[in-house]
């Protein structure tokens, strides 16, 4: 039976909903990426042709049809949330054939525009309190908490514990209101992550993308003048 238009990548998003939790919506935007990608760098995937393809800085591309005709063009260059996504999606989609097919394929330079991610003074602030007082590890706060974990109770919040099954952590207002607000403004969805990547805002901002940023801000507390 003949497959179905953008069925290509069915299982792709199939396994992205499972393991990622991401909407149908965002899977779908996800897999349209990595076949514009496929499709652009279909001569040879390597490093220099995924970041020509992502930013849209390159020479002229040919790619072939699925009729065995061959169209050339030359990429435009694209906003730096439409670079995000194509990275993220490649992400994606890397990890997804490393578990199918245990294979590693080539990945694009490392972006180097960290302060594209515009997190304000305020929630990092947030973060060294949650860290230091309620003892709860970056990784956590930068890759695992959503913000709809999170629930008002009168003048207090509480959020359930990754670390311990039955436990709440109760926090004060003041320590986790500017990262929920911060994280859902502009229309973001109600489960975005604490720190969503202004792509799409279900995904999280590159792990080490966050460490460098909150280094930066511990470096540039300690040379505070008190």
């Known amino acids: 039976m003949p497959m179905k ?3 290509d990548l069915a299982d792709f998003q199939e396994w992205m909903m499972s393991e990622h939790n ?4 965002t899977a779908s935007v ?3 990426k990595v076949r514009k990608t496929l499709r652009t760098c279909s001569e040879s995937i390597t490093p220099q042709t995924l970041e020509a393809c992502f ?3 390159g020479s002229s591309v040919t790619s072939t049809n699925p009729d065995g005709s061959e169209t050339s063009y030359t990429p435009l260059p694209v906003s730096v949330a439409e670079r995000n996504l194509f990275y993220s999606a490649w992400v994606r989609f890397s990890e997804y054939i490393k578990f199918k097919m245990k294979i590693d394929l080539p990945q694009p330079p490392a972006r180097k525009q960290d302060d594209q991610y515009n997190v304000p003074d305020e929630v990092w602030e947030c973060v060294a309190i949650l860290k230091q007082q309620y003892k709860m590890p970056l990784v956590d706060l930068f890759t695992y908490y959503t913000c709809n974990m999170v629930s008002k109770r009168g003048r207090i919040y509480e959020m359930k ?3 311990h099954a039955s436990a709440w952590i109760t926090l004060r207002a003041d320590h986790i209101e500017p990262i929920l607000l911060w994280a859902t403004e502009e229309g973001a969805k109600p489960n975005a992550p604490f ?3 202004p792509c ?4 999280c901002i590159p ?3 966050l460490n460098k940023m909150w280094k930066d801000y511990q470096k540039a507390q300690s040379e505070a003048p008190n």
Request: net charge neutral.
């Open 5 to 7: 238009p953008k069925d």
């Open 161 to 163: 514990d990754k670390r």
């Open 200 to 203: 799409e805002g279900e995904e």
């Open 207 to 209: 792990r080490r993308s």
């Open 55 to 57: 930013t849209g800085v």
């Open 30 to 32: 996800y897999a349209c």
């Open 22 to 25: 991401l909407t149908v919506a």
């Open 195 to 197: 720190f969503p990547s």
